[in-house]
């Protein structure tokens, strides 16, 4: 089973960057779509960004588009949500996820393993 463990969170003031990471232990680790998702406390998860497993191909949620990159270096097994102008309305737990599917998935069921999230604060 895959383990994902999320690192780069924080607390930040509006305009700010952060840079998460999402390191995996499977050797396959390079096979797989990844994606990251958010979620804000009474909130559902929802989808953020995904990459395939070659990264030619990425997908974004319209709020965080131009502002958010995904990217991901296979020899390290990490995948990283690089994040610009960051607002309030982008605080929430980030999680990323390892998916078994083919393409880029962006509901929370195309995917099959989760890691345990890293909390992002903004503040005003």
């Known amino acids: 089973q895959a383990q994902l463990v999320e690192s780069g969170g924080g607390l930040v003031q509006a305009g700010d960057s952060l840079r998460l990471s999402c390191a995996g232990s499977e050797r396959t680790f390079s096979r797989y779509t990844m994606g990251w998702f958010r979620q804000a406390p009474g909130k559902e998860r929802k989808f953020v960004a995904s990459?395939?497993?070659?990264?030619?191909?990425?997908k974004y949620e319209d709020s965080v588009k131009g502002r958010f990159t995904i990217s991901r270096d296979n020899a390290k097994n990490t995948v990283y949500l690089h994040m610009n102008n960051l607002n309030p309305e982008d605080t929430a737990v980030y999680y990323c996820?390892?998916?078994?599917?083919?393409?880029?998935?962006?509901?929370?069921?195309?995917?099959?393993?989760w890691g345990q999230g890293t909390q992002v604060t903004v503040s005003s």
């Open positions: 996820a390892t998916s078994l599917r083919v393409g880029l998935g962006y509901r929370p069921s195309d995917y099959d393993y």
């Open positions: 990459i395939i497993s070659s990264g030619a191909f990425t």
